[in-house]
Nanobody, 125 residues
Framework: QVQLVESGGGLVQAGGSLRLSCAAS????????MGWFRQAPGKEREFVAG???????NYADSMKGRFTISRDNAKKTAHLQMNSLKAEDTAIYYC???????????????????WGQGTQVTVSS
């Protein structure tokens, strides 16, 4: 079955950086769009960034210029480089994949079938 495992979260000071990773198994990774979402306490899960099978990227407006999504198809891993972190970036970060290959980097969580367990990112101000 499909498994997505996030890593790389932690505690960082405002202005710092973190790099999240999402290791995938059970799917033809190179053919799938991958997405990153986050959920803060008391808030809905929100789109952070997505990368298509062809390498096209999409970001939420508040992350543009600070976050970079990438993928390593040989290692079946997606990454999220987060720079200039702010206290409001504190959340659990999830990677996700849709139910079928190809397609665009959708921003709605409903368009994604498979989810990782999440990794906590805490930014202290």
């Amino acid at each position: 079955q499909v498994q997505l495992v996030e890593s790389g979260g932690g505690l960082v000071q405002a202005g710092g950086s973190l790099r999240l990773s999402c290791a995938a198994s059970g799917l033809a990774f190179s053919l799938y769009t991958m997405g990153w979402f986050r959920q803060a306490p008391g808030k809905e899960r929100e789109f952070v960034a997505g990368i298509t099978w062809s390498g096209n990227t999409n970001y939420a407006d508040s992350m543009k210029g600070r976050f970079t999504i990438s993928r390593d198809n040989a290692k079946k891993t997606a990454h999220l480089q987060m720079n200039s972190l702010k206290a409001e970036d504190t959340a659990i970060y999830y990677c996700a994949a849709p139910s079928s290959a190809y397609g665009s980097a959708r921003t709605s969580a409903r368009m994604y079938e498979y989810w990782g367990q999440g990794t906590q990112v805490t930014v202290s101000s």
